[in-house]
């Protein structure tokens, strides 16, 4: 199976590294320019590649970092999505007791979904914590890692390709939609 990733991030690195260890053929392509990271890539082993945009998306699962106003102008440049399976990665979240607040504020798995509707889309989240110090601890032991998606075979496909990958996967679908509900509930009766 063909991992396609779009835009490069510290999480997009390391779902490239754990696909390429879980068998997978890795294509990466940077919007940027892939000769800012072809030195990087190339020391990540032979089953990552840099490739084209249409060859990142040729692909069985893509994954996604790009700033959510760039979303449209990409999805000009690309072929039929339908049912792809589309993975929005965030930036990282540093602390992760506002996760939740957070994701349901922000909602960019949403525009994406919105532009994409015809493909499954998942929003992964990559919590990291931090020491009083403002170091980073790597939790190699138990990696930890969020999503959401609205729809039931898209959750069953994220959550079996990040067992995969060696993540202990969160499912935030349900308690979005929960939280969701209890904000417009709070809402209308301010109205």
């Known amino acids: 199976m063909k991992i396609g990733i779009i835009g490069i991030s510290s999480l997009t690195m390391e779902l490239a590294v754990r696909s390429a260890r879980a068998g997978y053929e890795v294509i990466m392509y940077n919007p940027k320019g892939n000769s800012l990271v072809r030195d990087v890539v190339e020391r990540m082993g032979s089953d990552i590649q840099l490739g084209s945009l249409q060859e990142a998306v040729s692909t069985e699962i893509i994954v996604l970092f790009i700033p959510k106003d760039d979303l449209e102008k990409l ?80 959750r069953a496909s994220i959550k079996e390709f990040l067992r995969k990958l060696k993540f202990s996967s969160i499912d935030l679908s349900g308690r979005v939609h929960l939280q969701n509900i209890e904000v417009n509930k709070n809402k209308e009766q301010f109205i």
């Open 75 to 154: 999805k000009q440049n690309l072929p039929d999505m339908t049912g792809k399976l589309i993975v929005h990665t965030s930036g990282l979240i540093f602390d992760p007791q506002l996760l939740l607040s957070g994701i349901t504020n922000a909602m960019t798995y949403k525009t994406t979904a919105a532009l994409f509707p015809e493909a499954h889309v998942v929003k992964l989240f990559n919590p990291v914590n931090l020491k009083p110090n403002n170091t980073c601890i790597q939790q190699r032991d138990r990696d930890e890692i969020f999503f959401i998606a609205d729809h039931k075979d898209s």
